[in-house]
């Protein structure tokens, strides 16, 4: 029997040598800041546009600080204006409803189905009660919706749709890149998302002048003709005076350390696929687990893995995650009554003031998430699936 796991659920791969070897060219000449360049240079922040651009299809990519500036300027440059309504699933991260306060508007949350995705039929209701113009659709944990049929609903509704992405970059619906279905969507490159800056984020449009308020938005100084992957100077023009400097640029020392990251990433993905797929293999068919539903046509990128305890009690639960814990093995649940770390739903976001979602309340209640660092091998995932399941089903083997 395995006592103890003892890898750490937080530790992420180094970065890599030829990551490290740009950074060090770009420390090197000292032109950090993205419009500092030298003569027909064209700097790392607009090579890696251009790069992100190539890999999701997307016509416009701007690099911004963080993914939480993304979505704030995506909400902005779809000019939502204080007091509006703005449409959200309600499993989502504190970023999300953060963005959405941070420009004065009014979150409304939908609920979520047992597949950790949003409720078709509330959101539908909620669009009409709310008369909310945009739904941010957060992916949380790599959770995508049937994208299609998101697409259709917000077409008869006349929503725009601003996806989250921080936990699908480098997944894909259809084989459409996550981020391809709505008119916008935000990526984080934050040290526990897909390629790791630190921090970081990517806004992807194919709409020129939502990409040109947002390149204005993060603090273009009027230089945005020297971005990689941005709209022509004239798309600019009508907007350049009206648009406030809110600085949340990336420099360029972040998006050299990403380019080779991002090169890797399809790899990446492969191996965290192996990584979650042994996850799985090892907790299927335990009585009272139950396992994330995914749709088929979805490539989810398993950087994380969640299960349902659904018929636990929260003292239960309690008692699980302390037995767990003590073996090495670091669960997070969502039907904590109080925010843990990093872990928090939106009964804890009190500015957001949301009515309850029995029906999110109830999911959240039993779930239970863990990080898959790609520190972890395969045998790693078998180690923790076992210790799970003898606590779990209290027999040790
Ligand atoms: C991390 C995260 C974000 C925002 O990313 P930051 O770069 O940390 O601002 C947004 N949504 C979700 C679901 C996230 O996990």
């Known amino acids: 029997m395995v006592h103890r796991f003892e ?14 070897d740009a950074a060090t060219a770009v420390l090197n000449h000292g032109r950090l800041h993205r419009y500092n360049l030298a003569e027909d240079e064209v700097g790392e922040a607009s090579l890696l546009e251009r790069e992100f651009a190539a890999f999701t299809g997307a016509r416009y990519v701007l690099a911004m600080a963080s993914g939480g500036q993304a979505l704030a300027a995506a909400l902005r440059a779809y000019d939502v204006r204080p007091g509006d309504a703005v449409l959200s699933n309600a499993f989502t991260l504190a970023p999300v409803p953060g963005a959405i306060a941070g420009v004065g508007a009014r979150v409304v949350f939908v609920e979520t189905t047992e597949s950790l995705t949003i409720d078709f039929a509330h959101l539908e209701e909620m669009a009409e009660v709310s008369g909310a113009r945009v739904l941010m659709l957060s992916h949380m944990r790599g959770h995508e919706p049937d994208m299609d049929r998101v697409m259709r609903i917000a077409r008869d509704l006349g929503i725009v749709v601003i996806e989250d992405c921080a936990h699908t970059m480098g997944g894909s619906w259809r084989g459409v890149a996550s981020g391809r279905h709505g008119a916008a969507a935000c990526y984080s490159t934050q040290t526990y998302k897909h390629i790791n800056s630190g921090e970081g984020g990517l806004l992807a449009t194919d709409d020129p002048e939502v990409a040109a308020r947002a390149t204005l938005l993060s603090g273009s100084y009027m230089l945005y003709e020297r971005h990689g992957a941005g709209p022509d100077a004239d798309v600019f023009e009508a907007i350049r005076d009206f648009t406030p400097n809110l600085s949340g640029r990336m420099d360029n020392l972040r998006a050299a350390i990403l380019r080779p990251q991002l090169a890797a990433l399809p790899a990446r993905v492969k191996r965290w696929a192996d ?43 309690e008692a699980l995650l302390d037995r767990c814990a003590r073996r090495g093995v670091e669960l997070k649940w969502f039907g904590a009554a109080r925010a843990h770390g990093f872990t ?13 979602l029995p029906q999110t309340d109830q999911v959240t209640a039993g779930l239970l998430d863990m990080r898959l660092p790609l520190t972890f091998s395969k045998e790693d995932c078998e180690v923790i699936a076992r210790i799970i399941r003898e606590e779990v089903s209290g027999k040790r083997r």
């Not at 009585?287 to 969640?306: A, K």
Request: charged share 25%.
């Open 275 to 317: 990584l979650h797929d042994a996850m799985e293999d090892g907790l299927r068919d335990l009585p009272r687990l139950s396992l994330i539903d995914r749709h088929p046509d979805l490539v989810r990128v398993g950087s994380s893995f969640q299960f349902r305890l659904p018929d636990h009690e929260a003292n239960e639960i």
């Open 7 to 20: 890898g750490s659920f937080t530790q992420q791969e180094p970065i890599p040598e030829a990551a490290v």
């Open 344 to 356: 928090s739903t939106y009964r804890h976001w009190a500015y957001a003031d949301s009515p309850a």
